[in-house]
């Protein structure tokens, strides 16, 4: 599943996939085997850093004195590196950031499309959430402003409006969208959502691949 | 439960109208905004689908590309181009739609873009626009207050509180287009105009819209 969406996915991102029930509860434990199996046939690279991170986790982890598993916590479980199928990278903001292997993501958009159409609807929901966020963030904090002439969702009136029908409106707009990490994010300029915009780019560009919608289409359903 | 195909459509009908927006706020080729929605627009005619919801997120694709457009500092020969073939296919798609409000909309959004352009084209706000040759009927056609009023009002007049941002929009054009024009006293004809304009980008949580609605009025109470 995270190697549906090409230029990757944010921790972040994946708690926010569990939250939609997207992925399964135990996603971090699945994960953290799956890169563990990883290492133990090929040691991966970037093990100093590796180390690194681990030694300044456990010193997030000794000041912690909370009975519940901090983020920090489960977040040692995934070793950073450049895996097979992919590379898991620490962002500046020091959150953890999974991108699959281009060859890995074409496999699984050229061969598995149409055995998991579940897959690219979900990935195609969860990036309707993020859009629509993005766009609401802009707005709210004023980065950016709506044009007498604007003819984009930015407008919420007119024929812009959602359509009440639509079943994604009805299912995810006023109930699950409130959930979604960037409304719980603080942001001082437009440069921070500038950043996430760019990390999710080629995720968006992803989203119009006909050959990858028309085997949902076709889907007899869920 | 829907089937996917259903519900696809419908992720669809937000999704490609979300990402070009996203690229409009967020990314500063504007040139590239306009290739990814030109690039949309194809890949929905690909998807083979005829029905009022598709055709209205074509129409929307092709309002938002004539939004960036005419919104950017542009050499107006071509853009005038621009306008009037998206404006044609606009026209075109509207006859598939059999909703007649999203009809209405639909040519509410077309005219009021038309008469946006030709009061900056009027400003002189566009680059060569005396490359532009309109004849008498044109002239008389494209005139700002004259779109605004027999086609923007009169479709107004058929639609509901949904376009109360848009029935605002009109009318700072309207009396930005007189007050060009140096019409006299605009000022007791648009007051009460404005200030109801105000109010609705308040509430719309437009604020640079809002601040120049109020500039308006203070610049009319020193007339």
Request: aromatic residues 10%; proline residues 2%.
């Amino acid at each position: 599943m995270i190697s549906s969406f090409p230029s990757g996915l944010g921790w972040e991102d994946l708690e926010e996939l569990c939250h939609l029930k997207i992925f399964r509860p135990d996603w971090e434990d699945i994960l953290a085997r799956l890169l563990s199996q990883d290492q133990d046939a090929e040691k991966p690279e970037g093990e100093e850093i590796e180390e690194e991170v681990e030694e300044e986790e456990e010193e997030v982890e000794e000041e912690d004195e909370g009975g519940e598993v901090s983020i920090q916590e489960r977040k040692s479980k995934i070793n950073t590196g450049n895996y097979f199928w992919i590379t898991v990278a620490r962002g500046n903001n020091s959150n953890l950031f999974l991108k699959p292997a281009q060859s890995v993501y074409q496999f699984i958009a050229k061969n598995l499309r149409n055995e998991y159409p579940e897959w690219q609807f979900a990935k195609l929901e969860y990036l309707t959430l993020f859009a629509l966020t993005l766009i609401e963030r802009a707005k709210t904090h004023y980065f950016y402003n709506e044009q007498l002439i604007e003819n984009s969702l930015v407008c919420e009136h007119g024929i812009w409006n959602f359509r009440e029908e639509n079943s994604f409106y009805k299912d995810q707009i006023e109930g699950e969208m409130t959930s979604i990490y960037l409304r719980r994010m603080s942001f001082d300029g437009m440069k921070e959502l500038w950043t996430i915009f760019q990390e999710h780019e080629t995720n968006f560009l992803s989203c119009l691949e006909l050959e990858l919608i028309k085997p949902l289409l076709a889907s007899p359903g869920n | 439960m829907l089937e996917y195909k259903e519900k696809t459509l419908d992720l669809l009908e937000i999704l490609w109208i979300a990402i070009p927006t996203c690229f409009k706020i967020y990314s500063s080729r504007i040139e590239g905004t306009i290739t990814l929605v030109s690039t949309i627009i194809g890949r929905v005619t690909e998807l083979g689908i005829a029905n009022d919801n598709i055709t209205m997120l074509k129409i929307k694709l092709h309002l938002l590309m004539v939004a960036v457009a005419v919104n950017q500092k542009q050499e107006a020969e071509t853009l005038f181009n621009t306008l009037l073939s998206e404006i044609d296919l606009i026209d075109k798609l509207k006859l598939a739609i059999s909703n007649e409000y999203w009809v209405n909309g639909a040519s509410l959004a077309t005219n009021l873009t038309k008469a946006f352009f030709f009061y900056k084209l009027s400003r002189g706000k566009y680059a060569n626009a005396e490359r532009i040759h309109l004849n008498e009927e044109q002239k008389e056609f494209n005139s700002v207050e004259r779109i605004l009023k027999y086609s923007c009002e009169t479709i107004l007049s058929k639609l509901g509180p949904d376009f109360d941002f848009e029935r605002a929009a009109v009318g700072i054009l309207t009396c930005k287009a007189k007050k060009n024009a140096n019409k006299k006293n605009i000022k007791d004809q648009f007051e009460s105009q404005l200030k109801n304009a105000v109010d609705i980008f308040a509430a719309h949580k437009c604020k640079k819209l809002e601040l120049k609605t109020r500039f308006m009025i203070a610049e009319f109470q020193l007339l």
